[in-house]
């Protein structure tokens, strides 16, 4: 499927471009923005929007308002974050729609940008209504998306605003798609996917679709324990892990469907339990018929497995990741993730594998690893990536199909 890019827009020498960025950056409590990756992630759109003499109002929401207005929420915190890094005058106008947005615009220099207060200051945003996306593109010639980690939602600034002018992706969002595209749609094969999570209940569509597109699904955390005892792995139960009894027919399904789409499914070999759920806490390796039966919990995955995974990496042209192997975010239990996603890196430099990855819970797993430069491409999304993964058409996506 072909999209619109900037390039499908033609001349916008003076043109009006509202751009659809996500700015939903975290803050701490003094309003200061703790993390810039998505800001830093749209400023080249913009750049390139301007360097096309195009006049560029800039348009996102930010955290749960739920259509009030509160200082906690603004956007005109994240003005002088923008501002920074785009090395250009940033104007905030706190209102998205009316007359006096219609006004900043007219009163907009050459070299500057218009931010425009959170979307979600009103409910017709996430209701997708028609006439607020009216009003909202009411003082554009022409409409950019830019905010994949959005276009899972067919809120009013995602789909309808987007089909009330010529409308075009980022450089951001044509970034992603291409690269979710060349990681799961059109791979070069062999093709992995490394997914965790403490639940299968919470990742079945996404379960369901891997097993029919890639060749090897290596499935970690918590949700390795049902299958572990699925596998017939009796040593694994509710005492020790995260299994969900429940779960254990759906998960016998899913490897029937692998098997007869030729998918390897990649279990645990070894398993390191913990008596503690805290960082250092006496642990100890084992095979998966020594697991105790309580009193110990699983927490990562042993040599032997990050040996057996390391191993099919070699084989493989591209590796799709959401989800750590283990308690990343305690000292030790990290070491499975780690060792992973630094084989994974050297092969990307190497030129012999192309890595994609998204996630909250991914994304810092890889910066603790300290591979997040190394990967091939990170995405700045969450819910959109995994749907994207899940085979789910995004609505903020087929909007801009040519």
Known sequence: MEYKTIKDLGDLNGKVVMLRADLNVPMDENFHVTNTAR??????????????GAKVVVISHFGRPEGKGDMKNSLSHVAPELEKALGHKVVFVDDCIG????????????????????LRFYNEEKKGDEKFAEELVKPADLYVSDAFSTAHRAHASMVAAAKLR????????EEEVNALTNGLNDPKRPLMAVVGGSKVSTKLDLLNNLVKKVDMLVISGGMAHTFMKASGINTVNEANSLVQMDMIDTAKEIMKTAKENNCEIILPKDVVVSKEFKANAEHQTVDLEHIPAEGWSLMDVGAKTIEAINKKLEE????????????FE?????????????????????????????GGDTVSALENAGVANKFSYISTAGGAFLEWMEGKELPGVVVLKK
């Not at 007359?99 to 959170?118: D, R, S, W």
């Not at 493989?316 to 308690?327: R, S």
Request: net charge positive; proline share 6%.
């Open 99 to 118: 007359p006096k947005v219609e006004e900043a615009i007219k009163a907009m220099n050459a070299n500057e940008v218009l931010l425009l207060e959170n």
């Open 39 to 52: 800001i830093d992630r749209t400023v080249p759109t913009i750049k390139t929007l301007m360097d096309k």
């Open 330 to 358: 305690l000292v030790p239990f990290d070491n499975a993730t780690n060792k992973v996603a630094q084989r994974a890196a050297v092969l990307t430099g190497e030129g012999r594998l192309m890595t994609v990855a998204g």
């Open 166 to 173: 010529p409308a075009a992706m980022g450089l951001l969002m």
């Open 316 to 327: 493989c042209k591209t590796l799709v990741w959401n989800g750590p192997l283990g308690v």
